[in-house]
């Protein structure tokens, strides 16, 4: 199984140079803003935009404690994105147009920040592979949990097979477009008690499990997958790169 970020680094790595200017759409935290930032080097820079201050406020913490110069963080709204005063080499997101109620208004305004010949690199999760897998009941049990969370909140949950239309709407031109199914095994172990408790506030909001019910899967997982000598499709990631 590949890590978190395994997929997202060979994105950038295809697309990122030294030098560039980056801006990075509902950076969070930081994490892809910081992969990012290692690619383009102390000649290039990284703005990371996202609503959240609580999730600005934990970026800039990281920031301060690495002292890397090369980035830089604001609030804004994707809608707002037409306040920005500059252009960049690459727009990148991880995670994020499947949240967003209109992506094809926020490509565009992304568009129109982006210099002539410049990239487009997005990365989105897609449950149209999902499936039920008997050798994998609570795991399959918490992939559905997750899924049907992300529906409740409004979320496009196939966006990522839709990226490559979403990026053609716009006039842009596809460089690549890929997909990869992500493994856990024995030897990787699970995730995915860790992605129920960061959103175990948010499931039990839009009534899909109890706490209960999060606690018996989270308490199975180890076991299930330490057992099986079969792999667990944890994720499904599409990402593409673009070109204006």
């Known amino acids: 199984m590949h890590n978190r970020d395994t997929f997202t680094q060979s994105l950038l790595a295809a697309s990122i140079k030294k030098g560039m200017t980056v801006l990075d759409l509902g950076c969070g935290t930081g994490d892809v803003t910081f992969l990012a930032a290692d690619l383009v080097g102390e000649t290039g820079s990284v703005l990371g935009l996202d609503i959240s201050q609580p999730m600005l406020d934990m970026a800039e913490e990281r920031l301060t404690q690495t002292g890397q110069t090369?980035?830089?963080?604001?609030?804004?709204?994707?809608?707002?994105?037409?306040?920005?005063?500059?252009?960049?080499?690459?727009?990148?997101?991880?995670?994020?147009?499947?949240?967003?109620?209109?992506?094809?208004?926020?490509?565009s305004l992304a568009k129109q920040r982006l210099k002539e010949g410049g990239l487009m690199v997005f990365q989105e999760s897609d449950a149209l592979g999902r499936q039920l897998n008997p050798d994998f009941p609570q795991h399959s049990r918490a992939i559905d949990l997750i899924w049907r969370t992300v529906a409740a909140e409004g979320g496009d949950i196939e966006v990522g097979s839709k990226l490559y239309t979403l990026l053609k709407e716009q006039g842009m031109e596809i460089l690549s477009y890929q997909s990869?199914?992500?493994?856990?095994?024995?030897?990787?172990g699970s995730d995915l008690a860790w992605v129920l408790d960061?959103?175990?506030?948010?499931?039990?909001?839009?009534?899909?499990?109890?706490?209960?019910?999060?606690?018996?899967?989270?308490?199975?997982?180890?076991?299930?997958?330490?057992?099986?000598?079969?792999a667990f499709i944890r994720d499904t990631a599409f990402g593409i790169i673009a070109r204006k």
């Open 180 to 188: 990869e199914n992500v493994l856990q095994t024995q030897e990787s």
């Open 70 to 107: 090369n980035i830089s963080f604001q609030k804004l709204d994707l809608e707002q994105l037409d306040q920005l005063d500059r252009t960049f080499d690459l727009i990148l997101a991880r995670r994020v147009l499947m949240y967003l109620p209109g992506p094809a208004q926020t490509l």
């Open 198 to 230: 960061m959103m175990q506030d948010r499931i039990i909001k839009h009534q899909i499990a109890s706490k209960e019910d999060l606690e018996e899967i989270r308490s199975a997982l180890p076991s299930e997958l330490a057992q099986s000598k079969k």
